[in-house]
């Protein structure tokens, strides 16, 4: 095998590796996926650790964009990267019996340290201000981190209820951030004890991350009544063992994830508004006998169809095996009062269409259709916003009509020099990688601001294979036939609010579930330059042994060439070919890529050896990718 390091057209390669591309922060996800299949676990750590600051947390929720994007799913089900982070970092990440020397020795290094290290303050101890902080920290800056709460880890802590975050997992990463120098100052909050204009004069840079922790309300009657709360205001009290009033019956209007969090944690949490907190703490451990017995009903209102709610089908199936009750395609027209001027019920209307034509979100209701669900408790969980008070009046920042500070998005820098925002106060809220990925880009921008220094742009390493006559590794075995293994989770007999649902993948399990990976960073390259032509002779070899028709041998009459053809051939998302020589006479060798499975069939088969697999490597990761090449 040989190999080489060269710059790669970084939109070809991001088409052919889509875990990696959607990851916001560019985790190497089918590497770790394929080391856990050949048992090495370390390693497999080590490349789920490396560029993402909050592995651990993220092993437990992350929304997984990566599996959404899994070629995988094309053929039956993605890979359950998510489950399989969890399973390496419970056994190395921060979670583990490591020393976080240890851990220390495998993380991504942004940059050097800085010559001239400046001081930077930080607002927020969410995920996007933790990240950043983590990154300054290993590049010799001192970080301050500034936050309101009682506790660190931002809507992570306030936001997730611990039965699917336990609350123990965010200590150990923010531990970890302190481990590396980083101060953390809680029940501090900006603009109150601290002038936001003062926080900026003493510091050399200033990154906002405050998050959105400001519900949205319903702009309909009754919406003030005594026993209406937004989400983020339960949520944040019950993660805080803060004392509640939750009535009988619970409506909770939204179709998110966020509705679904307060959905399972209400039914969970057992309605016990003592404020005793050793009585409040035995309660929740014993959460599920508590609701049966106090017969508490939780039930769900959705614009939505069940096909169309955004809440992940993983969330739903739970909470309905939990008890959660789902009313879908029903809009809250008001929420009415009983005698003692509490609320007493919610009113709907049914629900014609949630978007339009174009896709749009654009709810309609039928008239006449008022209908009434009991209701003692609702909680709105329709969206969250940015209290941007903090800042006071002529700081400086343009904002934009949403109320979320205004950013380059490369560099997230403001209109104000030496002041960065990222995160949900940038841009609205979502997903907890994302945030991760803000605050790892705002380090970089921070300390290209103080030092000058910029990154040098990203090489690949290529591994050209040995393929004719060569056993490919992947043409062992019918693995592509393994279906997705589920994740397991606690009996619902069992579950408690502060008890994790989600369990942690046995072994044989996990090393099925890598072997499912269609490893795709392994590329079919079929040899062809402008200069020197290629040696295919056009014997259809490659098209008549693919075992997914990947490969087709057209004539380039057929090849789109920006004007309308009938009958032409275009790439998948409509645009015109683009070929190497402007010819009509001669043939394409087409191949679609979002069906291959690197089985290397094809590179066996070419007789005149114009097709090889190359694999395509960071140049930091390439040796550690060896390991994930064989399936032993």
Not at 558 to 585: C, H, K, N, Y
Request: charged share 25%; glycine share 10%; hydrophobic share 40%.
């Amino acid at each position: 095998m040989s190999s080489a390091t060269a710059s790669i057209n970084r939109r070809w390669l991001d088409t052919n590796f889509p875990c990696r591309a959607a990851c916001p922060v560019g985790t190497n996800a089918g590497g770790y996926v394929s080391l856990v299949a050949q048992g090495r676990y370390e390693e497999a750590y080590h490349l789920a650790r490396r560029p993402n600051p909050l592995a651990s947390i993220c092993g437990k929720v992350c929304s997984h964009p990566c599996e959404a994007a899994c070629r995988r799913g094309e053929i039956d089900q993605p890979i359950a990267i998510r489950a399989l982070k969890g399973f390496v970092c419970d056994r190395f990440g921060v979670e583990s019996v490591r020393n976080f020397d240890e851990i220390l020795k495998v993380v991504e290094r942004p940059r050097p340290p800085a010559p001239k290290p400046g001081r930077i303050a930080i607002v927020g101890a969410g995920p996007a201000g933790l990240a950043c902080a983590h990154d300054l920290a290993l590049m010799g800056h001192q970080a301050v981190i500034y936050d309101a709460a009682p506790v660190a880890g931002g809507m992570l802590r306030l936001g997730i209820p611990p039965y699917r975050l336990p609350r123990e997992l965010i200590d150990c990463e923010v531990d970890f951030i302190r481990h590396l120098g980083v101060e953390i100052r809680l029940g501090v909050e900006i603009g109150r004890d601290i002038p936001f204009e003062s926080l900026v004069r003493d510091h050399d840079a200033v990154f906002l991350a405050p998050g959105c922790r400001r519900g949205r309300k319903i702009p309909i009657p009754g919406a003030d009544l005594p026993g209406v709360i937004v989400a983020v205001d339960l949520l944040a009290a019950v993660n805080l063992d803060a004392e509640i009033d939750i009535g009988e019956r619970v409506v909770v209007v939204g179709g998110g994830n966020v509705a679904y969090d307060v959905a399972r944690s209400v039914h969970l949490h057992g309605g016990t508004s003592v404020p005793d907190e050793e009585h409040h703490r035995l309660m929740v451990d014993s959460a599920f006998v508590a609701s049966r017995t106090l017969k508490r009903r939780v039930t769900v209102v959705a614009l939505e169809s069940r096909d169309e709610m955004p809440a992940d089908d993983e969330e739903i199936e739970e909470a309905s095996a939990e008890g959660v009750r789902m009313i879908n395609r029903r809009s809250p027209r008001a929420v009415l009062a009983g005698p003692d001027g509490r609320a007493r019920a919610l009113q709907t209307l049914d629900v014609s269409r949630v978007f339009d034509e174009r896709g749009r979100f654009a709810p309609e209701t039928i008239p006449g259709t008022e209908r009434e669900i009991e209701a003692d408790t609702v909680v709105l969980a329709i969206g969250q916003a940015a209290d941007l008070s903090f800042l006071g009046e002529g700081h400086g920042l343009r904002l934009s009509p949403r109320s979320t500070i205004e950013v380059d998005r490369a560099t997230l820098a403001t209109s104000r020099a030496g002041i960065f925002a990222g995160g949900d106060v940038a841009f609205g809220p979502r997903i907890a990688i994302e945030a991760v990925a803000d605050g790892r880009r705002a380090a970089r921008a921070i300390d290209t601001h103080l030092t000058g220094r910029v990154d040098e742009a990203p090489r690949t390493h290529i591994r050209v294979f040995d393929t004719f006559g060569y056993d490919h590794p992947f043409a062992r075995g019918d693995y592509e036939t393994i279906p997705r293994g589920r994740v397991p989770t606690l009996p619902v007999e069992r579950r408690a609010l502060r008890r994790q649902t989600e369990l942690v993948y046995e072994e044989e399990q996990a090393r099925l579930e890598g072997s499912r990976c269609l490893r795709c960073w392994i590329n079919t390259v079929v040899d062809s330059s402008a200069l020197d032509g290629t040696e295919c002779i056009q014997c259809q070899g490659c098209a008549d042994v693919c075992p997914m028709d990947c490969f087709d041998l057209v004539a380039m009459t057929r090849v789109a060439r920006g004007e309308e053809v009938r009958g032409a051939l275009r790439l998948p998302d409509g645009s015109p070919f683009r070929p190497l020589f402007d010819r009509e006479t001669g043939a394409a060798l087409i191949k679609d890529e979002t069906a291959c499975i690197r089985c290397g069939l094809c590179a066996r088969r070419c007789p005149v050896q114009c097709i090889t697999m190359q694999g395509f490597y960071r140049t930091d990761e390439a040796e550690i990718m060896r390991g994930a090449e064989v399936i032993v």
